[in-house]
């Protein structure tokens, strides 16, 4: 018997891989560096987040449309110096933009190029994919990337400033969570929402049991021994 082919994702598949699927931070746990280290408030993580969305999707793009131009002896160089000139396109961008935001967030934007996410990206799927697939492939990823910092960066801001985006939430009398400000904070919330993806995923799979098949086949009383 011939196996049936396995059916290719289609575009809002590869659109909405990273989100749940394949979550950068909460299901692959890659990006740990910037995702420790710029989650102190919301902005930070939605400013590092999109810039590394720019990169992520920019640097597939390009890197799908020369898949077959580039060498392979030399493609992880290739697809480290495309990444590097997206980098240096959003380092130049946020610093004319703001320098506090610039400030803030030093040099994990530099350091957008070793993120694991981005190298992955382009020599597991964009050099072996159409630049649209690709894309939104790379879209999604960087989008889940993006949630998954706000994630932490919010629960953070919120209980070691008792603020969101800034806006005072709790008043005057709030007592701030110091060790939230701390990179043990990072750690710990991280965790948290680790566990949380975790359950999700063993409460979903236990859903699930009952209708693998467990299916018995009723006996007639002359088929009884």
């Given amino acids: 018997m011939s196996t049936p082919e396995k059916k290719a994702p289609s575009n809002m598949d590869e659109l909405l891989d990273g989100l749940w699927k394949q979550?950068?931070?909460?299901?692959?746990?890659?990006?740990?560096?910037p995702t420790l280290a710029v989650t102190v408030s919301a902005i930070n993580s939605i400013s590092m987040?999109?810039?590394?969305?720019f990169v992520l999707a920019a640097s597939c793009l390009l890197v799908s449309l020369l898949r077959n131009a580039i060498p392979k002896e030399v493609r992880i160089a290739s697809f480290i110096v495309i990444i590097a000139t997206f980098v240096t396109v959003v380092d130049y961008a946020i610093q004319a933009i703001s320098l506090d935001l610039y400030e803030a967030l030093g040099a994990y934007i530099k350091l957008i190029v070793a993120n694991c996410i981005l190298l992955g990206r382009a020599e597991a799927h964009a050099a072996k994919t159409p630049p649209i697939p690709a894309t939104l492939n790379a879209f999604g990823m960087g989008i889940g990337f993006t949630i998954?910092?706000?994630?932490?960066?919010?629960?953070?801001?919120?209980?070691?400033?008792?603020?969101?985006?800034?806006?005072?939430?709790?008043?005057?009398?709030f007592q701030p969570w110091v060790v939230m400000v701390l990179p043990p904070g990072g750690f710990f919330v991280l965790a948290c929402w680790l566990i949380v993806f975790a359950w999700f995923k063993q409460n979903k799979a236990n859903k699930s049991k009952p209708q693998q098949g467990c299916h018995t086949t009723p006996t007639t009383e002359g088929s009884r021994a």
Wanted: charged share 5%; with cysteine.
């Fill in 49 to 53: 987040g999109l810039a590394t969305t």
């Fill in 148 to 173: 998954g910092l706000l994630a932490i960066g919010g629960v953070r801001e919120i209980l070691g400033a008792g603020k969101l985006f800034g806006i005072s939430l709790f008043g005057p009398h």
């Fill in 23 to 33: 979550n950068p931070i909460f299901v692959m746990v890659l990006g740990m560096c």
